[in-house]
C-alpha cells in the first residue's frame, strides 16, 4: 500500500511515451498494451527456418525506448514488464527446463550496476517457473555488438565459457535484452552446445 502511495505521489514519467504513470509500475496500460511476444523461425540464429526465437519486436518505438531505459537508465523495474511480455509467448511445447542470460563482462557489470538480461532472465524464469541459471561467463571483454556489425563474429568466438557444473539438462532458454548482429548469441549457443547442451531456444526484447 505504501508503495503504490508513493508511486501516486511521486511523478515518474512512462520511459516508452513520457506521460505520468501514476500507480503502474515500469511502463504505462497504453505502451503495456503495444508489447506483443511473437514466435520467429528466421534469424542468425538458425541455418533453416524454424521456431526458435521469441521477440516483442523491432528495435524501436515503445521496445527500444524501454530497452534503453532500463539498459542505461537505472530502471529495473521495467524487467518485470518486459520479461513477463517474453514469458508469455514462450510455447508450452519448447518444455524448457531452465533461463540462462547473456552475461556482461565483470568490468562492464560493476560500471553499470547490474545485468538486464540477468534482470529479464530472472522474471522469465519465475513465470515460468524454472530456474535462472547464470550457466556462462565472459571469457574476455568485447566490444558492444550495436558498434561492430561485420566484424562481430570473429571478435565473439570464444568469448563465453560454460561454468563448471553449471549447464542444466533439457531444453535452454537464452536471454538477452537485444540481438542486433547475432553474434553474441551465436557465440553463447556455441559455448552451451559444446557443453552438452540438448536444445537452445532464445528469447530477446526486440532485433
Same mark, same amino acid.
Request: net charge positive; glycine share 8%; with cysteine.
Given at each position: 500500500m505504501l508503495a503504490g502511495l508513493w508511486r501516486t505521489l511521486l511523478p515518474r514519467a512512462c520511459p516508452g511515451c513520457g506521460a505520468q504513470l501514476g500507480q503502474q509500475v515500469g511502463l504505462c496500460r497504453a505502451c503495456r498494451a503495444e508489447l506483443h511476444a511473437r514466435v520467429e523461425s528466421y534469424s542468425p540464429l538458425r541455418p533453416h527456418p524454424e521456431p526458435h526465437l521469441v521477440t516483442l519486436g523491432r528495435y524501436?518505438?515503445?521496445?527500444?525506448?524501454?530497452?534503453?531505459?532500463?539498459?542505461?537508465g537505472g530502471a529495473r523495474e521495467l524487467a518485470g514488464v518486459l520479461g513477463g511480455a517474453l514469458a508469455a509467448g514462450i510455447?508450452?511445447?519448447?518444455?524448457?527446463?531452465?533461463?540462462i542470460p547473456v552475461p556482461l563482462h565483470p568490468s562492464r557489470q560493476r560500471q553499470r550496476?547490474?545485468?538486464?538480461?540477468?534482470?529479464?532472465?530472472?522474471?522469465?524464469a519465475r513465470c515460468?517457473?524454472?530456474?535462472?541459471?547464470?550457466?556462462?561467463?565472459? &571469457?574476455?571483454?568485447?566490444?558492444?555488438? %550495436?558498434? *561492430?556489425? $561485420?566484424?562481430?563474429?570473429?571478435?565473439? /568466438?570464444?568469448?563465453?565459457?560454460?561454468s563448471p557444473g553449471r549447464l542444466p539438462p533439457g531444453s535452454l532458454l537464452l536471454?538477452?535484452?537485444?540481438? &542486433?548482429?547475432?553474434?553474441?548469441?551465436? %557465440?553463447? *549457443?556455441? $559455448?552451451?552446445?559444446?557443453?552438452?547442451? /540438448?536444445e537452445i531456444y532464445v528469447a530477446v526484447i526486440a532485433r
Open positions: 524501436r518505438g515503445v521496445g527500444r525506448r524501454a530497452v534503453r531505459a532500463l539498459k542505461f510455447p508450452v511445447n519448447w518444455d524448457i527446463s531452465a533461463v550496476g547490474y545485468n538486464q538480461a540477468e534482470l529479464l532472465a530472472r522474471e522469465v515460468l517457473d524454472v530456474p535462472s541459471v547464470d550457466a556462462l561467463g565472459r &571469457t574476455r571483454a568485447t566490444r558492444q555488438q %550495436a558498434r *561492430q556489425h $561485420a566484424a562481430g563474429r570473429n571478435e565473439m /568466438a570464444g568469448a563465453f565459457a560454460v536471454i538477452d535484452d537485444v540481438m &542486433t548482429s547475432g553474434n553474441t548469441l551465436l %557465440a553463447c *549457443q556455441d $559455448a552451451l552446445y559444446a557443453a552438452g547442451a /540438448a
